[in-house]
Every structure is written in C-alpha cells, then in structure tokens.
Nanobody, 122 residues
Framework: QVQLVESGGGLVQAGDSLRLSCAAS????????MGWFRQAPGKEREAVAT???????TYADSVSGRFTISRDIVKNTLYLQMNSLKPEDTAVYYC????????????????WGQGTQVTVSS
C-alpha cells in the first residue's frame, strides 16, 4: 500500500520561506514522476512543480524562481522549498507520484498524500 505523508506547512508572513516534505512508504518515489500540487479555496487543484524519473523538472509560471522541487532517494522523500512566499500561494499542498516516468498533468498521478495547509498572510 502506497502512503504519502506531507509535512512542513504552516502560517507565515509574505516574504517568508517554508520547506514541505513528503515521505513515502510502499513505493520507491524515484521509480516514477513526482509532483507537488496545490488547491486554494474555490479553485481547482493545480500543478506547482514536478520532477520526472530522470531528474528533470517543471514549474508553474507563478512559482518559477521562488520554489524548488527536490528529492532524497535514500530517504525516499520529496521536498518543496518555497521562498518569497506571497498571499496567493495560500493553499493546501499535496504531493503525488505517478506510475509513469514523465508526468506533468494532474490526471496522470495515481497516488496522493492527504495535504498540508500553507497560509501566507500579507
């Protein structure tokens, strides 16, 4: 059974940083693509950052240059370093993993964590 557990969310002020973690069990994360997604109240879930099986990554335009996705293969953990946070980054953040090597679309991800809340005050 695949389990993904996110942590690291919280309430911060604009300009602050947070680091989200996603610990996996029941699956080797690096066997497939991995990603961070977020969902703000009243909005659809959207992709924030993804990393493929071979280490290549993509970022949403809204976070490019501020967020960094990374993974620790030994710890089987995915990370999202978020710098220069803005109020519009407020959302529940989810990590997910795919059975495919390259997956950038939400529908391609089969395994999801429960989410962690990030709230950025102005």
């Amino acid at each position: 059974q695949v389990q993904l557990v996110e942590s690291g969310g919280g309430l911060v002020q604009a300009g602050d940083s947070l680091r989200l973690s996603c610990a996996a069990s029941g699956r080797i994360l690096s066997d497939g693509a991995m990603g961070w997604f977020r969902q703000a109240p009243g909005k659809e879930r959207e992709a924030v950052a993804t990393i493929n099986r071979f280490g290549g990554f993509t970022y949403a335009d809204s976070v490019s240059g501020r967020f960094t996705i990374s993974r620790d293969i030994v710890k089987n953990t995915l990370y999202l370093q978020m710098n220069s946070l803005k109020p519009e980054d407020t959302a529940v953040y989810y990590c997910a993993t795919s059975d495919s090597y390259y997956s950038t679309l939400l529908r391609e991800y089969a395994y999801w964590g429960q989410g962690t809340q990030v709230t950025v005050s102005s």
